[in-house]
Nanobody, 119 residues
Framework: VQLVESGGGLVQPGGSLRLSCVAS????????MNWFRQAPGKEREWVAH????????NYADSVRGRFTISRDNARNTVYLQMNSPTPEDTAVYYC?????????????WGQGTQVTVTS
């Protein structure tokens, strides 16, 4: 099982950035996907969630209206479009898969990608 994030880097306040997370080793289309983030000295926090069929997407209050989560099950990929970021969005961003296999709950994490918002 592998989740590989990419797309992080430096971005100016008010700019945009798109993160990607490519999954392998499990049935991606059966898993809900999430984005989390962890800023220096802070606990990891949930950012966004999308159901396996993309019908439902939910967001943390801090990013609602600015970030958009989406997925492409044909490409085993989940995205996080970040619009109008602020320095407070600086963090390592992680994707997380949650699903069930043989009635057992499974959770998988990626290794993270750094996003730095600075002018």
């Amino acid at each position: 099982v592998q989740l590989v994030e990419s797309g992080g880097g430096l971005v100016q306040p008010g700019g945009s950035l798109r993160l990607s997370c490519v999954a392998s080793g499990f049935t991606f289309s059966s898993y809900a996907m999430n984005w989390f983030r962890q800023a220096p000295g802070k606990e990891r926090e949930w950012v966004a969630h999308i159901t396996s069929d993309s019908v439902i997407a939910n967001y943390a209050d801090s990013v609602r209206g600015r970030f958009t989560i989406s997925r492409d099950n044909a490409r085993n990929t989940v995205y996080l479009q970040m619009n109008s970021p602020t320095p407070e969005d600086t963090a390592v961003y992680y994707c997380k898969a949650i699903g069930y296999q043989r009635s057992a709950r499974r959770e998988y994490w990626g290794q993270g990608t750094q996003v730095t918002v600075t002018s």
